[in-house]
C-alpha cells in the first residue's frame, strides 16, 4: 500500500538552527499538507501546496517558514531560527480523494 | 467547514462494537463526512469519508441520518489495537485545502 514517508523521525535542534523536514508523497497525488502537533495539544494545519505554490496557509506559517518541492518527488518545510516553542510533531499529508498522513518527524528544540 | 461535536471520551469492550457519535447540524448539502484516527502520537490515519448514503470499508462502516446533521461510526469487533483518538471532520468535497482537527473521541477499549 502506497504510504507518505518522512525523514527524519526524530530530529533534536539548537535554539536558532534552522532545520529542514522532509516528506516523499504518494506518488500520484497533487496536494501536499504539513501539519504539526505540540505535545498534547490538537493537530494544526500549517500550510497547504499545489501546484507549486501554497494555496493557503495558517497564521502559525510566518516568515520563519517555508515549504518547497525541489524535485518531484520530496517536499520539504524548512525552518528557520528555531525557537523551543516549534518543538512539536511536524506531520506531512498528500491527497487525491483523501488525505493520507506520515508517521511525523519529532522536532525537539534544545 | 461544517462544525461538529463528540464526545470526549468512551470505553468499549473487546470484542464489542465501538459506536462513535459526531452532531454537524450546520452541513451543508455538499458537505462530505470524514473520519481519521490517531494512535498515541503516530499521524492521523483515514477510515471512511461519505456523503448521505451509509459506507463500509474493511475499516469500518458509517451510518449518516436522514437529514445527515449527525452520523456514527461503527468499528464492529474493537480490539485494543483500536484505542486512539478519533476525530470527525466535515468538508465540502471538493476543496482540497486544509482539514481542522477538533479534539475527537479517546476511545479506549478494554479487555
Known amino acids: 500500500e502506497p504510504e507518505v514517508t518522512q525523514t527524519p523521525s526524530h530530529q533534536v535542534t539548537q535554539m536558532g538552527q534552522e532545520v529542514i523536514l522532509r516528506c516523499v508523497p504518494i506518488?500520484?497525488?497533487?496536494?501536499f499538507y504539513w501539519y504539526r502537533q505540540i505535545l498534547g495539544q490538537k493537530v494544526e494545519f500549517l500550510v497547504s501546496?499545489?501546484?507549486?505554490?501554497?494555496?493557503?496557509k495558517s497564521e502559525i506559517f510566518d516568515d520563519q517558514f517555508s515549504v518547497e518541492r525541489p524535485d518531484g518527488s520530496n517536499f520539504t518545510l524548512k525552518i528557520r531560527s528555531t525557537k523551543l516553542e516549534d518543538s512539536a510533531m511536524y506531520f506531512c499529508?498528500?491527497?487525491?480523494?483523501?488525505?493520507?498522513f506520515g508517521q511525523g518527524t519529532r522536532l525537539t528544540v534544545v | 467547514d461544517a462544525k461538529t461535536t463528540q464526545p470526549t471520551s468512551m470505553d468499549c469492550a473487546e470484542g464489542r462494537a465501538a459506536n462513535l457519535p459526531c452532531n454537524h447540524s450546520t452541513i451543508s448539502g455538499n458537505e462530505y463526512v470524514y473520519w481519521y484516527r490517531q494512535i498515541h502520537s503516530q499521524g492521523p490515519q483515514y477510515i471512511i469519508h461519505g456523503l448521505k448514503n451509509n459506507e463500509t470499508n474493511e475499516m469500518a462502516s458509517l451510518i449518516i441520518t436522514e437529514d445527515r446533521k449527525s452520523s456514527t461510526l461503527i468499528l464492529p469487533h474493537a480490539t485494543l489495537r483500536d484505542t486512539a483518538v478519533y476525530y470527525c471532520i466535515v468538508r465540502v468535497g471538493n476543496n482540497f485545502n486544509k482539514f481542522y482537527f477538533g479534539s475527537g473521541t479517546k476511545l479506549n477499549v478494554k479487555p
Open positions: 506518488s500520484n497525488h497533487l496536494y
Open positions: 501546496f499545489y501546484n507549486n505554490e501554497i494555496s493557503e
Open positions: 499529508a498528500s491527497r487525491d480523494t483523501e488525505a493520507f
